[in-house]
């Protein structure tokens, strides 16, 4: 399994980013992916998942109704659309898999648990 995080950079508050996640090494039709992201000086926390079960979509509280997940199964890539960012996302943001789907993306929101494959980070850095 690999996972190549892109889209990072830097934006102003206020602006967007679209992340995205492309897959290999396994076949795309029963997997958790999600978004994990860790700040200077903070633990590691999840952001935002989607499952291939059902296309469910979960986020944190403190992202929800800015940031949007999706998935386009023929490019084998899962999205994190970004926007109103706030300094306060600034972060290497992760994307890490749960393959074949068994710890859920319950796991991503409520920090319970760790998705067994993970990419490299990506930087994003939101300037006020």
């Known amino acids: 399994v690999q996972l190549q995080a892109s889209g990072g950079g830097l934006a102003q508050a206020g602006g967007s980013l679209r992340l995205s996640c492309a897959a290999s090494g396994f076949t795309f039709d029963d997997y958790a992916i999600g978004w994990f992201r860790q700040a200077p000086g903070k633990e590691r926390e999840g952001v935002s998942c989607i499952s291939s079960r059902d296309g469910s979509t979960y986020y944190v509280d403190s992202v929800k109704g800015r940031f949007t997940i999706s998935s386009d199964n023929a490019k084998k890539t899962v999205h994190l659309q970004m926007n109103s960012l706030k300094p306060e996302d600034t972060a290497v943001y992760y994307c890490?898999?749960?393959?074949?789907?068994?710890?859920?993306?319950?796991?991503?929101?409520?920090?319970?648990?760790?998705?067994?494959?993970w990419g490299q980070g990506t930087q994003v850095t939101v300037s006020s």
């Open positions: 890490a898999a749960d393959i074949p789907e068994t710890l859920g993306c319950i796991v991503v929101v409520t920090n319970l648990g760790d998705f067994g494959s």
